[in-house]
Nanobody, 124 residues
Framework: QVQLVESGGGLVQAGGSLRLSCESS????????VGWFRQGPGKEREFVAS???????ILPDPAKGRFSISRDNAKNTVYLHMNSLSTEDTAVYYC??????????????????WGQGTQVTVSS
């Protein structure tokens, strides 16, 4: 069982940046693909980014240039870097894991484990 914990959410002004973290103490996230999804008010869950095992990233076109995803194996953590945030980015952000030893995916049904989510609010 992979238990995921997200952190780093909060309130930020439009144009600002945030870095979200996704950690799992046991087992190591290093052997799993990790995806980030978000769900805004009144919206369906939306794919944001994924990083596969052992590597490779997937980002949808709207996220390219503003968001990136990275992995720090020494810290057993996956990060979502978000820049140039707008009010449209306001949502609960979830990290999810699939594996072990699988590539990333944009489809939420491909993930086996989910965190509780972290709120990101972008003010105008």
């Amino acid at each position: 069982q992979v238990q995921l914990v997200e952190s780093g959410g909060g309130l930020v002004q439009a144009g600002g940046s945030l870095r979200l973290s996704c950690e799992s103490s046991e087992p190591s996230l290093n052997n799993y693909a990790v995806g980030w999804f978000r769900q805004g008010p009144g919206k369906e869950r939306e794919f944001v980014a994924s990083i596969g095992w052992p590597g490779g990233t997937i980002l949808p076109d709207p996220a390219k240039g503003r968001f990136s995803i990275s992995r720090d194996n020494a810290k057993n953590t996956v990060y979502l870097h978000m820049n140039s945030l707008s009010t449209e980015d306001t949502a609960v952000y979830y990290c999810a894991a699939r594996g072990p030893r699988l590539g990333g995916s944009f489809h939420p049904n491909d993930y086996h484990y989910w965190g509780q989510g972290t709120q990101v609010t972008v003010s105008s």
